[in-house]
């Protein structure tokens, strides 16, 4: 049968500091009255009944009425994944699992599905890749090899690259995150190039599990295995997990007077914020932080917690 694994698990660090361990985290986070976690639900509701529905974290979190696979701990996507896999495939050895992050949002969803079908006809590992002129250096990025057929192998796979733009003018799709297959080649490929993580979940073994090295599915299987295939989808696709591109969904909040200030945005829970003379900056009052950072800049958000943990333990 099929199963959506929906990754719930990260601290939302890029929506700091909205999405905070004191407060909430990003699935929580909300856009248009929905959280993000409801939204991706929703969406996966036209594909699977809830009872097939899996949100894994390492936290209690809302599930919408379906499973919660609770990991031991966050360890990154590649354990979160081989732990919610190994759970389906002991209930169901047949069983074919998509892999949804809970901060993303596709249009027309009906495209999704669609590949879903094809990929279930191939029964191959793969991946999802969408067709953009739009770089970024936050994404990784798949070129499939040239054949005439919609599900194809894939020739390279490039987590995060420097060079983004140069690889989109050589075919080169934006990976979107969302991975299917038979949940045993999941498995399979996670042993072969992570077998302590194979290990950890096969036995249940928290201790061990506890021990391993955080890594993503992306960088830590998917840019090594020679057994990945790729559908292009020609949809609108956005992580929205940062603040530029969750306020464009959400809206800006607060009082704010903007002069001067092209491209720049303003979250305030309270006060009132005057921008002048500022460009591509986003400005984001909570909790009596204040964050002032620019649209490129939202890259090193981890880096820049990592200095606030240093000085002020427990604002981040």
């Known amino acids: 049968m099929d199963h959506a694994l929906v990754l719930a698990g990260g601290l939302g660090e890029r929506l700091w500091p909205l999405s905070r361990k004191q407060t909430k985290t990003k699935e929580s986070v909300n856009i248009a009255s929905y959280t993000m976690l409801e939204l991706t639900v929703k969406r996966l509701q036209s594909w699977v009944p809830k009872e097939r529905i899996w949100i894994i974290s390492s936290r209690d979190i809302p599930t919408y009425g379906c499973h919660l696979i609770k990991e031991p701990l966050r360890k990154n996507t590649a354990a979160a994944v081989a732990w919610g896999a190994e759970t389906v495939y002991s209930l169901d050895k047949d069983a074919f699992i998509g892999v949804f992050p809970v901060d993303h949002l596709i249009s027309p969803w009906e495209k999704v599905t669609e590949a879903i079908s094809l990929v279930k006809e191939k029964g191959a590992l793969t991946a999802l890749g969408i067709k953009s002129d739009t770089p970024s250096k ?75 090295r955080p890594v993503s599915l992306d960088k830590g299987v998917m840019e090594h295995t020679d057994r990945l295939y790729c559908v292009p989808l020609q949809v609108t696709w956005e992580d929205i997990g940062s603040w530029s591109k969750y306020l464009k969904h959400a809206g800006e909040k607060g009082q704010f007077v903007k002069y001067n200030s092209d491209n720049s945005l303003v979250y305030a829970e309270e006060g009132l914020v005057v921008l002048s003379g500022v460009k591509d900056v986003v400005v984001v009052v909570k909790d009596g932080i204040v964050l002032v950072t620019s649209s490129e800049e939202e890259k090193n958000m981890s880096l820049v917690l990592e200095e606030v943990r240093k000085k002020y333990p427990g604002q981040a």
Do not use: M, W
């Open 138 to 212: 936050q994404y990784g990025y798949i070129k499939p090899y040239p054949e005439n057929t919609v599900v194809s192998p894939v020739e390279c796979f490039i987590e995060k690259p420097d060079n983004p733009d140069k690889l989109l003018q050589k075919g080169f799709l934006i990976n979107s995150g969302i991975y299917l297959g038979p949940a045993r080649k999941f498995l399979a490929e996670i042993g072969r190039y992570l077998p302590y993580h194979l290990a950890a979940v096969r036995q249940r073994d928290r201790q061990l599990f506890a021990k391993l």
